[in-house]
């Protein structure tokens, strides 16, 4: 089959591209404004197209009638972002890629699109999120915030229309807070907003700067390891019962707070490179480090029962996901110590 990946150059569509490189079964194009985490992987069933899918919409039609299955990765996905520029959040996340479903619709192509755990909200009473049971609870307008989730949510409402009338076969991959290789970028000592979570505890962890822990750090996340994520991604591919549903893909296994995170990394650094961290644990709040209109979530708890019917389950505890990334990061597994990226 031939797989275009929108998005390819950011950090799941990299690690996606080099996974289906490895298995040699498809065909795969990547299109992204930047190939920068790109650098180094290639293969004979690769090309890569540069194209900003905002302006070159004749091109990304060519390329859509071109393939079999196309996979949606491109989107703003920092909360930085969405409390900085939200508008810029939903023409993105929101109107660029319903603008992609309707090439797909056009073309009779199938779509794989990347929506998000954040559209389960502040949802305070389900144990874990089902994904067709849930509560969908967003916070007021006044907390940007939200804009993400409400894109996202919106998008993953039309598909659903769309699937109701025939007009596409969609899958939509709810992903929980992935962790791997080309996360975000590395930011300097003391940087508020920016990149997430894993990116300025390595960035902390590199340059001995603080460890900010915003509200205190008792919200609490579920992390999934990036080679879970890839196997997700072809489990759904391949399994036709997956069309016109979507996915929770993320490890209730590794549920911790972010204070627990924090002294986690620490240990982990500590362990692979013999060197103590002195970072302080500096508490901050929402507001200080992202600016007005940031609100959380408490609690990203995924049930994975559904992906797991289709024969998938993650394999990797809280501690190897971790100390995975950061040996990435250290250089010691790949030739690049560096993130890379840009927003
Ligand atoms: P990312 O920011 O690393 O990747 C997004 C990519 O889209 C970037 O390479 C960027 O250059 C590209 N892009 C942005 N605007 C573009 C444009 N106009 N034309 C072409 N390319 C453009 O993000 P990611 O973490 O890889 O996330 C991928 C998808 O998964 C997003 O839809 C995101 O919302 C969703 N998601 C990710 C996570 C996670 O754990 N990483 C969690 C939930 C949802
Ligand atoms: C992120 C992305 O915004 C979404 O694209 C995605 O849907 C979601 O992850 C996901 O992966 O499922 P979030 O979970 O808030 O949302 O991701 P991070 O920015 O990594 O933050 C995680 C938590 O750590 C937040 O509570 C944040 O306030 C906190 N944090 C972040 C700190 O305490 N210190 C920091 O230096 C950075």
């Known amino acids: 089959m031939k797989l275009v990946l929108l998005g390819a150059g950011g950090f799941i569509g990299s690690n996606l591209v080099e996974y289906l490189i490895a298995r040699a079964e498809h065909e795969v194009v990547g299109v992204d404004v930047s190939a920068e985490k790109l650098a180094g992987i290639s293969g004979d069933n690769f090309s ?6 905002t302006d070159a919409q004749d091109l990304i ?4 009638a071109g393939a079999d299955v196309v996979v949606d990765l491109v989107a703003y996905a920092n909360p930085s972002i969405y409390v900085e520029s939200p508008l810029e959040v939903v023409e993105l996340n929101f109107f660029e890629n319903l603008r992609i479903a309707e090439s797909c619709i056009r073309h009779n192509k199938r779509l794989i699109q990347y929506s998000t755990s954040e559209v389960y909200g502040k949802n305070p009473t389900s144990p874990r999120f089902v994904e067709d049971e849930s509560e969908l609870i967003l916070g007021p307008v006044t907390k940007q915030r939200w804009i993400y989730a409400a894109s996202k949510q919106v998008l993953e409402r039309m598909l659903h229309g769309y699937g109701l009338q025939g007009d596409l076969e969609y899958t939509v991959v709810r992903p929980f807070n992935f962790v791997g290789p080309r996360f975000d970028y590395l930011v300097e000592a003391g940087t508020r907003g920016g990149p997430r979570v894993f ?3 390595m960035s902390a962890l590199l340059t001995g700067g603080p460890m900010y822990l915003v509200d205190g750090g008792t919200q609490r996340r ?6 879970d994520a890839n196997e997700a991604f072809t489990v759904l591919l391949d399994h036709p019962e997956s069309i016109n549903q979507a996915f929770n893909v993320g490890n209730p296994a590794t549920d911790t707070s972010i204070r627990d995170l924090a002294i986690l990394m620490k240990g982990i650094y500590a362990d692979l490179t013999g060197d103590t961290p002195h970072n302080e644990l500096v508490e901050i709040s929402g507001e200080e480090f992202y600016g007005v209109g940031y609100e959380d979530t408490n609690r990203v708890p995924p049930d994975i029962s559904k992906l797991a019917t289709l024969g998938w389950k993650p394999r990797f505890d809280l501690e190897t996901t971790f100390r995975d990334a950061i040996q990435y990061n250290l250089g010691q597994d790949n030739p690049s110590t560096t993130m890379g990226g840009a927003r």
């Open 199 to 201: 990116a300025h505890f």
């Open 48 to 53: 890569f197209v540069e194209a900003d899918i």
């Open 61 to 64: 039609n060519d390329v859509i």
């Open 222 to 227: 579920c992390f999934t390891h990036i080679a």
